[in-house]
């Protein structure tokens, strides 16, 4: 498809009672923008600091080369994304919304039974705007922390993913800023430029939340973040789309349609990684997943230095949850703004009102679960829905291992290892669990988390392959290509600014 302004091909140029997206519009929507001529005024004023934003801190040097993307053009979940080629500045971001479903009630805390909103309930602005700018400044800062990546791509494909994932979360941002707009006046206009300012990493302005400051040095480290830290946000997304705030909760539903290919990059990258370490190694004739020195020389990345860069992305991701106890928490769910992850679909009285849930605390220097209010452990809650949501893929890396043969198995650590919020964040603790004094910990460090030479050594690795069908020595290329091309299509036609 060319790079305008167009629709792209296929696409109806008026919105329908079937959710497609109206291109008529600078901004494609099915939210009938055209018709709400303040909100359209806004976005489009906002418009052009955002490409700002996008030219000077989204990918690095590749914005004018034409990259195989899908674009979302309706909301459909049986068909919603149109590929075709793209100069990725002229990606048609738009805002698209779930339908709405005018029976739709809140479902849980306070206000249960009630007709979900479809405006922001007075009491709850504040709160309800938090909300929206916490989960809208993660999508720019991620873009921000990947900017360089494509430099060292490992293949025209893997190249390809990163940026249909920049593009989406530029999206996903635009969905917030569209919230902020549509329903907070003048202090979510201010929100919403807020949001183009802060950048990932700065002093003086950092994004909001510790792991959008971390470095994504290399492309295990992306495929980790994809894993460990998207999930996350699909979490988040998944009880924010219980809201009984409707214009979110239809919001929420829409990204995780985008969110979950950006979960697939992440395990198929850590595990085409593994696969090719596995390959290698028994093409060596080497069994021992420790013999570092020898394995690395085959140009691959050794297990245990992959085991220590979960470590460090879901330790960092667990953080993103807050603090196993929180009134906040306990405030979204009792207003009926945040949901607990598939909240329609568990037994009880959805209030909390008399519940409690198993919590892990520190107990006079012991790790221990204790039964605390289930109102204020919600955060506790959906961080144990996110392990148990980790655990799958780690299974799958596994498996590989398990088919070549090699004793060595990825293991998510111990909740209490390597926090910097919550219960954990005062104390040391080994990967297993086990309390460590600061000095053992200072000793035993390099062997948990990535050290400096072992970033050095990915560092060697990260060579650009951007020759249609090859890929770095060491990751293997995909089973599958995206929409039913083969590994060696052509996903990014590189023209260098
Ligand atoms: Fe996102
Ligand atoms: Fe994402």
Excluded at 426 to 435: R, Y
Excluded at 468 to 475: R, S, V
Aim: with cysteine; aromatic share 10%.
């Amino acid at each position: 498809m060319s790079a305008t302004l167009n629709a792209p091909s296929g696409t109806s140029a008026s919105p329908t009672a079937t959710g497609a997206v109206d291109y008529t519009t600078k901004i494609p929507n099915n939210v009938n923008l055209a018709s709400d001529g303040r909100v359209l005024k806004a976005l489009e004023q906002w418009h052009p600091g955002y490409i700002d934003w996008w030219m000077t801190m989204g990918p690095d040097g590749f914005q004018t080369s034409d990259v195989y993307l899908r674009t979302a053009v309706s909301i459909d979940p049986k068909g919603w994304a149109k590929f075709g080629y793209v100069k990725m500045p002229e990606y048609r971001w738009g805002i698209l919304l779930a339908p709405q479903d005018e029976n739709r009630l809140v479902n849980f805390g306070g206000h249960k039974g009630e007709k979900a909103w479809q405006e922001v309930p007075g009491e709850y602005r504040a709160m309800l705007r938090r909300l929206v700018v916490i989960q809208g400044d993660t999508e720019p800062a991620s873009v921000e922390q990947q900017r360089f990546l494509g430099k060292t791509a490992p293949s025209l494909y893997d190249m390809r993913n990163l940026f249909q994932i920049n593009v989406e979360e530029g999206r996903h941002l635009w969905a917030m800023v569209y919230l902020l707009h549509k329903y907070f006046g003048k202090d979510g206009r201010e929100e919403a430029e807020g949001l183009l300012q802060r950048r990932s990493g700065d002093d003086d302005k950092p994004r909001m939340l510790g792991a959008f400051n971390e470095e994504t040095p290399d492309w295990l480290s992306l495929f980790m973040f994809t894993y460990f830290t998207d999930r996350d946000g699909k979490m988040q997304l998944e009880s924010l789309a219980q809201s009984g705030f409707d214009p979110m909760s239809r919001t929420c539903r829409f990204m995780l349609t985008e969110e979950a290919h950006h979960m697939f990059v992440g395990e198929t990258g850590v595990g085409r990684t593994i696969e090719r370490t596995a390959e290698a190694m028994k093409a060596a004739g080497i069994d021992d997943p420790y013999d570092i020195a020898r394995i690395r020389a085959l140009g691959v990345i050794d297990l245990p230095t992959i085991q220590k860069k979960a470590n460090l992305h879901y330790s960092l991701s667990l953080d993103l949850f807050g603090s196993e106890i929180s009134t906040n928490a306990a405030n979204f769910y009792n207003s009926g703004l945040k949901g607990r992850f598939m909240e329609t679909k568990i037994e009880d009285d959805h209030a909390l009102t008399s519940a409690t849930y198993p919590v892990l605390k520190l107990v006079n220097g012991e790790i221990r679960t204790v039964d605390e209010p289930a109102l204020t452990a919600l955060n506790m809650r959906l961080r144990d829905d996110y392990t148990k949501d980790c655990q799958g893929g780690v299974n799958r890396w596994n498996k590989i291992l398990e088919k070549a043969g090699i004793k060595f198995a990825i293991t998510l650590p111990s909740v209490a290892f390597h926090r910097h919020v919550g219960e954990f964040k005062a104390i040391k603790a080994s990967p297993e669990g086990k309390l460590l004094t600061d000095e053992q910990w200072i000793k035993l460090r390099d062997q948990w988390l990535p050290s400096k030479s072992d970033g050095d050594f990915i560092a060697s690795l990260m060579k650009p392959c951007w020759e249609a069908g090859k890929y770095a020595g060491w990751i293997t290329a995909p089973k599958v290509g995206i929409d039913n091309k083969g590994s060696d299509f052509e996903y990014v036609k590189i023209h260098q600014a």
